[in-house]
């Protein structure tokens, strides 16, 4: 059986997270060294885009995590913790984690968005504030974003960074654009 088949067996061919049933797609939780099935969650278009695309989210889908946080498989309870975490500024993401049961290892893994990372300074911002994945950032200054060819204004707020393997850059989306970012230029928002 390939990890699509027993992915889909096991989710009960169901958006592992909100339950929808249409356009449903394998998506590995970051980060991934070997695809497995554990390493794995089912979901829906709309879920994969909000997941991937942080200026795209909608907090109220997000409240399906309410019945999804307590599946027994930990590659759901990260992404649950995960987008908890992002929306934790709307308030009742908040009183959703405090409920939320995650094993020591699981947390570790849910902490770790992203890639491995190789090194273990954390990665801190402007002011020295350690920045994980999740956390929101707003520019100290202008930066001018090479590929997209348009200057990301002092201010400017990010919401969702990721870590990256080198411990003074996060990743994060300014209009759309993925991109690197060097902690020096941030403050934790
Ligand atoms: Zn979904």
């Known amino acids: 059986m390939s990890i699509d088949d027993a992915?889909?067996?096991?989710?009960?061919?169901?958006?592992?997270l909100?339950?929808?049933?249409?356009i449903l797609s394998t998506y590995d939780v970051?980060?991934?060294?070997?695809?497995?099935?554990?390493?794995?969650?089912?979901?829906?278009?709309?879920?994969l885009d909000q997941i991937e695309n942080p200026d795209n989210v909608?907090?109220?889908?997000?409240r399906c995590l309410n019945d999804s946080m307590w599946s027994a498989t930990p590659a759901v309870q990260v992404m649950?913790?995960?987008?908890l975490n992002r929306l934790k500024a709307e308030g009742w993401p908040n009183d959703l984690l405090e409920m939320l049961y995650i094993e020591d290892d699981v947390k570790k893994w849910a902490m770790s968005d992203n890639t491995i990372r190789s090194v273990d300074e954390p990665t801190v911002d402007i002011n020295g504030a350690e920045l994980i994945a999740g956390d929101s950032v707003t520019l100290t200054?202008?930066?001018y974003i090479k590929g997209a060819n348009f200057t990301a204004k002092r201010g400017t707020l990010i919401k969702g960074i990721s870590l990256t393997d080198n411990s003074y850059q996060?990743?994060?989306?300014?209009n759309g654009t993925r991109t690197v970012l060097a902690g020096k230029y941030l403050k934790k928002a």
């Open 58 to 62: 909608d907090a109220n889908h997000w």
């Open 30 to 47: 970051p980060p991934i060294s070997i695809i497995s099935l554990d390493k794995s969650v089912l979901v829906c278009n709309t879920c």
């Open 7 to 16: 992915l889909l067996q096991r989710a009960d061919s169901k958006c592992e």
């Open 170 to 174: 996060i990743e994060g989306n300014i």
């Open 18 to 22: 909100c339950t929808a049933t249409e």
């Open 141 to 143: 200054k202008d930066l």
């Open 80 to 83: 649950a913790w995960r987008m």
